[in-house]
C-alpha cells in the first residue's frame, strides 16, 4: 500500500522560510515522480511543483517559481519542497503526491498534507 | 495556460440517483490527458479516472469518464452515501498542470 506522510508545516512569518518533507512507502520510489500540490482554506486545487523520477528534471508553478525548491533523496524515500520568501498567499494545506509520468503527469496516491500557515 | 471550467458549482441530488459533473477547459486537452479526483471533507483527494475514460485501481464501476478535446463529463451511475463529496479536473496535457475549480455533490 502506497503511504506518503508530509511534515514540517507551521506557522511563519511573510518573508520567512520554511522546508516540507515526504515520507514515501509501499513502492519503489526512486521510480516515480513526485508532485506538491496546495489547497488554500476553503479553496480548490493547486498544482505547486513536480519533479522526475531519477536525477530530477523540475518544474514550477509560475506563482513559486524562483521562491520554491523541489528535491528528492532517493535512498531515503523522501520528497521535500524548500519554501523561501513566504508570502501571506502560501497559507494552503500542502499534499505531496506520487506521479505518473507518461508523457504528461497526474497524481495516483496522495498524502494527508501538510498546514503551512504564513502570518504577522 | 489552459483553464478548466466545472459545472454546476453545486449539484443536490438524493442516493440513487445519476449525476453528471462537467469539465470544459478553454484549450483542447491532448490526447485525452484529463483526469477526475474526488475529496472529501478533511482527506486527502483521490485519483478516480485518468486518460479521460480509465478508472482507477479500486474505483467502482459505477464512475465513468468520456469526453475529448474541451468537453469532458464525470457521470456516476448511482449515488451512494459515500459520493457525495467534491470532485475536481485536472489536465495534463500542456504545461502548467491545471485542475477545475471543483463541484460539489451534496444530499
Known amino acids: 500500500e502506497v503511504q506518503l506522510e508530509e511534515s514540517g508545516g507551521g506557522l511563519i512569518q511573510p518573508g520567512g522560510s520554511l522546508r516540507l518533507s515526504c515520507t514515501a512507502s509501499?513502492?519503489?520510489?526512486?521510480?516515480?515522480?513526485m508532485s506538491w500540490v496546495r489547497q488554500a482554506p476553503g479553496k480548490g486545487l493547486e498544482w505547486v511543483s513536480s519533479?522526475?523520477?531519477?536525477?530530477?528534471?523540475?518544474y514550477y508553478a509560475d506563482s513559486v517559481k524562483g521562491r520554491f525548491t523541489i528535491s528528492r533523496d532517493n535512498p531515503k524515500n523522501t520528497l521535500y519542497l524548500q519554501m523561501n520568501s513566504l508570502r501571506a498567499e502560501d497559507t494552503a494545506l500542502y499534499f505531496c503526491?506520487?506521479?505518473?509520468?507518461?508523457?504528461?503527469?497526474?497524481?495516483?496516491?496522495w498524502g494527508q498534507g501538510a498546514q503551512v500557515t504564513v502570518s504577522s | 495556460e489552459n483553464v478548466l471550467t466545472q459545472s454546476p458549482g453545486t449539484l443536490s441530488l438524493s442516493p440513487g440517483e445519476r449525476a453528471s459533473l462537467s469539465c470544459r477547459a478553454s484549450?483542447?486537452?491532448?490526447?485525452?490527458?484529463l483526469a477526475w479526483y474526488q475529496q472529501k471533507p478533511g482527506q486527502a483527494p483521490r485519483l478516480l479516472i485518468y486518460?479521460?475514460?480509465n478508472r482507477a485501481t479500486g474505483i467502482p464501476d459505477r464512475f465513468s469518464g468520456s469526453g475529448s478535446g474541451t468537453d469532458f463529463t464525470l457521470t456516476v451511475s448511482r449515488l451512494e452515501p459515500e459520493d457525495f463529496a467534491f470532485y475536481y479536473c485536472q489536465q495534463y496535457g500542456s504545461a502548467p498542470l491545471t485542475f477545475g475549480g471543483g463541484t460539489k455533490v451534496e444530499i
Open positions: 503526491a506520487q506521479t505518473i509520468a507518461t508523457g504528461a503527469w497526474y497524481f495516483a496516491s
Open positions: 519533479i522526475g523520477y531519477g536525477v530530477g528534471s523540475t
Open positions: 486518460g479521460a475514460s
Open positions: 484549450q483542447s486537452v491532448s490526447s485525452t490527458y
Open positions: 509501499g513502492f519503489t520510489f526512486s521510480s516515480f515522480a
